[in-house]
C-alpha cells in the first residue's frame, strides 16, 4: 500500500501537515496563509481540502464525486484571489472538463462549456484560465476566461504537457513536441504568452514552476529528487539559461547560481518555505495454505 502526505517545511525546519487518507499535490495560497491539496481516501475519489496554516485547521473544499457521480479530481487550480478553484474532472467518456467551484462553498460548480478536452489549469492573476487542449489529435495552450468565453489558443506549436504558468502571467512552462521524432526527445520550454520564440529549459526529466513570488524558479528532477531554484532576472520574469537549456543533470547540479533542496517542492515562497509531499510503501507477506 502507498500512501503519501503533505508536509510544509520553513524556517525552523519541517512539519507534517495531513494524517488521514492519501494527500498530494499541494499549492500554497498567493498569500501564504493557507494549503490547498488533494487527499483520496478508501475507495472514493479526490477532494480538494484546505488547510489554515496559523490555525490548523482543514476542510473540504470539493469532492469530484458531489461535482459529477463517479469522477474524481485529477488536478485543479486556486486564483490569485483566493476565492475560486478550477478542477479538472474526467467525465465518462474519459474527456476532462474544467469545473470553477468557490473555495467558500456558498454557491453551487459550474462547468465551462467548451467544444473539446480541457486540463491542467492555472489561473492568471486578472482571473482567466490557461488550459491544456486536445485539438485534432494535438495539445495546445488555450487562454479562456473563467466563464468559458474569450477562448483562444496562445501558443502556436503543439505540446505534451502543460506543467505551471508565472505569477505575473508572462510565461507558461511546458513540455515541447519533438521536432524530429525520429530523433530528438521532447524537451521542456518556456514560452512568452504575448508571442515569440520558445526558451529552452532542459532536456531531461524537469519539472519547471515559479515560486509565489515570481522570483525564482523551481527546478525540480526527478534524476535525484532534488529542486535547483534559481534566481530570476529582473524585469524579464526567467532566469538566464543556457542557450540550449541544460542539456543534462549535471549542467544543472554544475550551476553556481542554483541553490540545492533535497525535495520535489509542490509550491513555495521564496527558497526556505515550501510544500511537498513525502510516500511511503507498506508490504506485508500472507500465509496462504495450498491445496493438498
Not at 145 to 151: F, I, K
Not at 188 to 208: E, H, K, M
Request: net charge negative; proline share 6%; hydrophobic share 35%.
Amino acid at each position: 500500500m502507498r500512501d503519501s502526505t503533505i508536509w510544509l517545511h520553513d524556517r525552523t525546519g519541517d512539519h507534517q501537515l495531513s494524517s488521514e487518507g492519501s494527500a498530494f499535490n499541494s499549492k500554497l495560497s498567493v498569500d501564504g496563509t493557507r494549503l490547498f491539496y488533494l487527499m483520496q481516501s478508501g475507495e472514493s475519489g479526490s477532494s480538494l481540502w484546505v488547510r489554515t496554516l496559523a490555525t490548523g485547521a482543514s476542510e473540504r473544499v470539493a469532492s469530484g464525486s458531489a461535482v459529477q457521480p463517479g469522477s474524481t479530481i485529477r488536478d485543479y487550480a486556486v486564483s490569485h484571489d483566493g476565492r475560486q478553484a478550477a478542477l479538472q474532472i474526467d467525465n465518462a467518456t474519459g474527456d476532462s472538463r474544467i469545473w470553477i467551484v468557490p473555495v467558500d462553498r456558498r454557491s453551487a460548480p459550474r462547468q465551462l462549456v467548451s467544444p473539446r478536452s480541457e486540463d491542467s489549469p492555472a489561473f492568471l492573476p486578472n482571473g482567466d484560465l490557461i488550459v491544456r487542449a486536445t485539438e485534432g489529435g494535438r495539445n495546445y495552450v488555450y487562454r479562456t476566461g473563467s466563464g468559458g468565453v474569450g477562448r483562444q489558443r496562445v501558443v502556436s506549436e503543439p505540446i505534451v504537457d502543460l506543467l505551471s504558468v508565472s505569477p505575473d502571467g508572462r510565461w507558461v512552462a511546458a513540455v515541447a513536441m519533438a521536432r524530429d521524432p525520429g530523433h530528438d526527445e521532447p524537451g521542456t520550454v518556456i514560452y512568452p504568452l504575448d508571442g515569440g520564440s520558445a526558451v529552452p529549459v532542459c532536456n531531461f526529466d524537469c519539472t519547471p514552476a515559479w515560486d509565489l513570488t515570481g522570483k525564482f524558479l523551481y527546478l525540480a528532477s526527478a534524476w535525484d529528487s532534488t529542486t535547483y531554484i534559481l534566481p530570476v532576472k529582473d524585469g524579464r520574469g526567467i532566469p538566464d539559461l543556457p542557450t540550449e537549456g541544460f542539456t543534462g543533470i549535471a549542467d544543472l547540479q554544475s550551476d553556481k547560481r542554483a541553490i540545492k533542496v533535497g525535495d520535489v517542492i509542490d509550491s513555495g515562497i521564496g527558497t526556505s518555505i515550501y510544500s511537498h509531499t513525502r510516500q511511503s510503501t507498506r508490504r506485508n507477506i500472507y500465509r496462504i495454505p495450498l491445496p493438498e
